[in-house]
C-alpha cells in the first residue's frame, strides 16, 4: 500500500494521481516546471493536514502552484500543490 492510499485510502488515492497527472498533461508542457519541489496535498477541513501544506508552502521559494481537486469520489477538496524555479 502507497503512502497515498494509507492516507486518504484506495479509492481517494487513485482519484488524486489521476487528477493531478490530468493538471501535469494540460499544464506541464513546457520546462517551466523542471525545477520543482515541496510537493503537497492535503484535504480541505483537515486542520493538520492544511498546517502541514501552509508549512510546506512556506518552505518553497520562487513560483508555486497551488490547484483544488474535487469533489472526490467521496465528496472530499484537496489542495495540490508545489513550488518551482531557482
Do not use: H, W, Y
Given at each position: 500500500?502507497?503512502?497515498?492510499?494509507?492516507k486518504f485510502g484506495v479509492d481517494e488515492a487513485a482519484f488524486l494521481v489521476s487528477a493531478i497527472s490530468a493538471w501535469f498533461e494540460a499544464n506541464g508542457g513546457s520546462d517551466e516546471f523542471?525545477?520543482?519541489d515541496?510537493?503537497?496535498l492535503c484535504r480541505v477541513g483537515d486542520?493538520?493536514?492544511?498546517?502541514?501544506y501552509e508549512d510546506a508552502r512556506s518552505d518553497?521559494?520562487?513560483g508555486?502552484?497551488?490547484i483544488e481537486i474535487g469533489p472526490s469520489p467521496a465528496g472530499h477538496i484537496y489542495r495540490h500543490?508545489?513550488?518551482y524555479g531557482h
Open positions: 500500500m502507497t503512502e497515498l492510499e494509507q523542471d525545477c520543482s515541496n510537493f503537497r486542520p493538520i493536514g492544511e498546517a502541514e518553497g521559494c520562487c508555486f502552484v497551488d500543490g508545489f513550488n
